[in-house]
């Protein structure tokens, strides 16, 4: 692929988008290759995955400008989906995704930020939604994912005024959960994804389903669904030995995802 980069180190899958003369910007060709990337991830082998950006400036700095500017509606309708419908895959990835955002997330890198289940990020990071600027709405689920990261006054003021903020506020707004300097944010991330790695991948997975689905539903449709997730990881072989270990006083002998 010539604009996404994917390394696999130990159960941390890392998937860098690399197309660092537009900024990392997601063209038609970038979000295909993203979407094959993630549809190619080991599942059996891999249990947290991080995305990051090439270079040290930008993670992503937006959907690329130069494709959609002569765009009709249909067209300009049909990219929105197609930007949507991949940034829903991943935030419904069956395994954990951080995102390590190294530098400018505008508009779509924002908003590829935001389907991620977790955000850190370096002191450069800079976050927005500039795109009424261009003329546009968010088109990559920024209107809808913003707004239940920050609350409605923080995502309507980022939106409307068009305008980034930093990595401190961005802190602050609990759009990310640390920031780091840059040299450290990949180390930070790879540690992150490590700690997620070595618990049991069954229940970490079903706790992302409860998490995700959980929070669109009523409490009690919530809590029945968190009861049947709780009840899957029962019978399994890493229950009976995460539980085993803990009484024997021993340390887990490594999960198996069975
Ligand atoms: N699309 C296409 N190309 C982009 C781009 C984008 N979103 N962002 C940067 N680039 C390109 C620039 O055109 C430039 O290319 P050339 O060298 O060929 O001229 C190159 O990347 C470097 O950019 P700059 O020279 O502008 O770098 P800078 O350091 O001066 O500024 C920046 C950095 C502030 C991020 C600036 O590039 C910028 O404002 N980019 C656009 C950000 C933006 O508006 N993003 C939202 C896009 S709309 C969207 O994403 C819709 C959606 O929701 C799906």
């Known amino acids: 692929m010539s604009t996404v ?3 696999q180190e130990g159960a941390v899958g890392v998937v860098t988008v690399d197309r660092p003369k537009a900024l990392n910007a997601l063209n038609s060709e970038v979000l295909d290759e993203l979407r ?5 991830i080991d ?5 947290c995955v991080v995305v990051t950006g090439a270079g040290e400036k930008s993670f992503v700095a937006g959907a690329d400008i130069g494709e959609m500017s002569s765009l009709t509606r249909a067209e300009g309708e049909a990219f929105g989906k197609k930007g949507n419908d991949l940034f829903r895959m991943i935030e419904t990835f069956p395994i954990p995704v951080i995102a390590a955002v190294n530098g400018y997330a505008l508009g779509g890198g924002c908003e590829l930020a935001l389907c991620c289940d977790i ?4 002191e450069n990071a800079q976050f927005g939604q500039p795109e009424v600027g261009l003329g546009i709405t968010p088109g990559f689920g920024g209107t809808q994912r913003l707004v239940r990261a920050v609350g409605p006054g923080r995502a309507k003021e980022m939106i409307y005024t068009a305008r980034s903020i930093k990595a401190e506020d ?7 959960n640390a920031v780091y300097p840059l040299a450290e944010l990949m180390p930070a ?9 070595k618990n049991a991948p069954i229940a970490v997975r079903a706790c992302k389903k409860a998490i995700n689905e959980g929070t669109q539903l009523d409490m009690d449709s919530a809590v029945a669904l968190e009861e049947k997730l709780f ?6 072989e890493d229950q009976r030995e995460g539980m085993q270990a803990f009484l024997e006083k ?4 490594g999960f198996k995802n069975r």
């Open 119 to 122: 955000r850190i990020c370096s």
């Open 5 to 7: 980069c994917y390394t």
């Open 36 to 40: 094959r990337t993630f549809e190619a």
């Open 43 to 47: 599942l059996e082998t891999v249990r």
């Open 189 to 197: 991330a790879m540690k992150l994804a490590g700690n997620i790695a």
């Open 231 to 236: 009840g899957s990881c029962f019978e399994t």
């Open 170 to 176: 961005a802190l602050r707004a609990g759009l990310v």
């Open 250 to 253: 021993r340390k887990v002998e």
